[in-house]
């Protein structure tokens, strides 16, 4: 009987060693690479009061670090190209580009790095979360927190068929914070901007 009961033990006690042991292949961050297809980056600031005027960047790339069983952030890293502005408009989109507002042929880039993620709860299915981190405009870099849901998590139905996230996220910034403050104080062009980001994500397997 004792025999036995060493036996059981020894099993039990293998087996949650073995369920220990497996632990971290699943909770661990993967690497996930932004697909540029499915990447909208769109923006939304007031034009003297009348209404807001709507615009995109057309041009970014980004990667980040999630582990998906933990819901914690590793890193991430977006890079949107500052000429890519566009608002359906040439002569007011080469203005956004000049030193005026972007400065784009001086700051070709603006970067935002992830920093945190802070999961909260879910709605319809969908998690929902903060996430900090630091944008860099204009040469100047300050924080910035989004509001952040993730919409599914699953095989890619066609195409490349990998698991992929598909992530919703938004925050409005002054943009005076970073220096670029023309027309704010004549009331031609509002400081708060909305931003507001939609893509999906594929897993580096």
């Given at each position: 009987m004792e025999s036995r009961r060493c036996i059981s033990r020894t099993l039990a006690a293998?087996?949650?060693?073995?369920?220990?042991?497996?632990?971290?292949?699943?909770?661990?961050?993967?690497?996930?690479?932004?697909?540029?297809?499915?990447?909208?980056?769109?923006?939304?600031?007031?034009?003297i009061?009348?209404?807001?005027?709507?615009?995109?960047?057309?041009?970014?790339s980004g990667r980040?670090?999630?582990?998906?069983?933990?819901?914690?952030?590793?890193s991430g890293r977006v890079v949107v190209a500052a000429d890519s502005v566009f608002s359906n408009h040439e002569a007011r989109d080469r203005h956004v580009r000049d030193s005026d507002f972007l400065d784009a042929k001086k700051h070709p880039e603006i970067v935002f790095e992830a920093t945190a993620f802070e999961p909260g709860g879910e709605r319809d299915g969908r998690l929902e979360g903060r996430l900090?981190?630091?944008?860099?405009?204009?040469?100047?870099?300050?924080?910035?927190v989004l509001d952040v849901t993730l919409n599914k998590a699953a095989t890619y139905?066609?195409?490349?068929?990998?698991?992929?996230?598909?992530?919703?996220?938004r925050t409005t910034i002054e943009r005076s914070r970073w220096g670029m403050d023309y027309g704010i104080s004549r009331g031609m062009v509002g400081d708060a901007v909305e931003l507001r980001f939609e893509l999906e994500a594929m897993r580096d397997d």
């Open positions: 293998t087996a949650l060693a073995g369920v220990l042991g497996a632990a971290p292949a699943w909770a661990e961050p993967r690497s996930y690479t932004i697909d540029p297809d499915h990447f909208a980056i769109g923006f939304q600031v007031d034009h009061g009348y209404a807001d005027i709507i615009g995109m960047f057309l041009k970014a980040f670090e999630y582990d998906e069983a933990a819901r914690t952030l590793k900090a981190g630091r944008l860099t405009l204009l040469g100047q870099t300050h924080p910035v139905p066609f195409g490349h068929r990998k698991h992929t996230l598909g992530i919703s996220a």
